[in-house]
């Protein structure tokens, strides 16, 4: 089988070039991947896929011999950047490397995974069990996680094991970070910044929490490690006015159950606080992601040890396994065994300068192929 598919990689790489540019001049922001989503459709459906639809969450699925199965495998890559652009962002080809916001988070995983998919097809391979392969919307920030929790949904019960191609080569998440997010907006009487200097200031009164939170000693239990950060703040109306609201963006972060919910009484504890000043405090949760459930962790073990060395074998990284938030939070928080692994290699995820390195992309072609076919043509 090795042989088969380097053959169709040194067929297909052109493609596989020619399939990512396309995919990064759809703009496609978390809850608007409409465009990126049809044109998926349609490209499996010229690849030969059956039965693949859009689901109420822009999903893009493609049930691969599904039907009564009750052990399927679910592979996912997402199809939404984190950028907020409605259009096409720059791609730029400098000899070396791949430039395109949104390059490798998530894009040219979503590319490897649609073209393991037609080399399934064209090599009409069959799996005993049914696979489901998932080009799949709103992973990223106030995404939610909502298309993984709508294939949960819709297949509740039914599925084995679970993997998403998101991120480089040379990380393997076999554990998931749980987050809650908050919109936090607070109002003042304000007023005139001379005639009534003295009023309380919602910008400066929204500061006060800030510190609060950046004052905070986070828990650790054993190895675990938990975050918080303050990502959006803004307010005002003018400068010389006493500013009557402000608003702020802010989270925190563990791979550990018990010290999300240590983090969780923190900042419910500076919330109240600040209402028992007498602060006008609206606090709104807009993100939740879970923590993991109790899951096998031998076929964990099994699936990263297996993934690992078809990764190490073939592109030559070491491969350390980490915590990541993705959407395997979703299955692992049900006790599906589940992994994030990425099939390509760049750098600067989520700034504008993020780029994909191209000698080594075609790899990531035959990292994913073997993935699927090492979890899915054989029990285990």
Request: aromatic share 8%.
């Amino acid at each position: 089988m090795t042989k088969v598919i380097q053959a169709y990689i040194q067929e297909h790489t052109d493609e596989l070039f020619s399939l990512l540019r396309e995919l990064c001049a759809i703009p496609a922001p978390s809850h608007h991947e409409e465009q990126r989503a049809e044109f998926c459709k349609s490209w499996l459906e010229s690849a030969g896929a059956e039965g693949v639809y859009i689901d109420d969450a822009k999903n893009v699925v493609f049930p691969y011999a599904c039907e009564g199965s009750e052990k399927i495998s679910v592979f996912f890559a997402h199809t939404d950047t984190v950028f907020p652009d409605t259009e096409p962002m720059p791609y730029v080809d400098d000899g070396e490397n791949l430039l395109c916001p949104g390059i490798c988070d998530d894009t040219a995983n979503l590319a490897v995974l649609m073209m393991t998919v037609k080399f399934l097809l064209a090599k009409k391979i069959t799996p005993p069990h049914g696979i489901l392969f998932v080009c799949n919307s709103c992973e990223e920030g106030l995404g939610n996680l909502k298309g993984a929790r709508q294939i949960f949904f819709d297949y509740a019960g039914r599925v084995k094991q679970f993997v998403t191609f998101d991120g480089h080569f040379s990380e393997l998440a076999d554990r998931c970070v749980g987050s809650h997010r908050y919109e936090v907006e607070l109002r003042t009487e304000g007023g005139h910044s001379y005639e009534a200097f003295g009023n309380r200031n919602a910008i400066a009164e929204l500061s006060r929490l800030v510190t609060e939170i950046y004052d905070i000693k986070v828990p650790v239990i054993g190895n675990s490690k938990t975050t918080y950060n303050v990502g959006i703040i803004e307010g005002g109306t003018s400068v010389n006015t006493i500013a009557q609201s402000a608003k702020m963006l802010c989270e925190y972060r563990s791979d550990n159950e018990d010290c999300l919910a240590t983090m969780q009484a923190h900042f419910e504890r500076i919330f109240a606080a600040a209402k028992s000043r007498g602060l006008d405090l609206t606090v709104t949760r807009i993100g939740e992601r879970p923590c993991m459930g109790k899951v096998d962790l031998a076929k964990i073990e099994y699936m990263a040890h297996t993934v690992a060395e078809i990764i190490e074998r073939n592109t030559g990284f070491s491969v350390e396994r980490v915590s990541m938030s993705t959407d395997a939070n979703i299955p692992l928080s049900l006790g599906i065994p589940s992994l994030c692994l990425g099939v390509c290699e760049g750098g600067g995820m989520h700034t504008r300068e993020e780029w994909l390195v191209k000698k080594s992309y075609h790899l990531g072609l035959a990292v994913g192929i073997e993935t699927v076919l090492a979890l899915t043509t054989e029990e285990n």
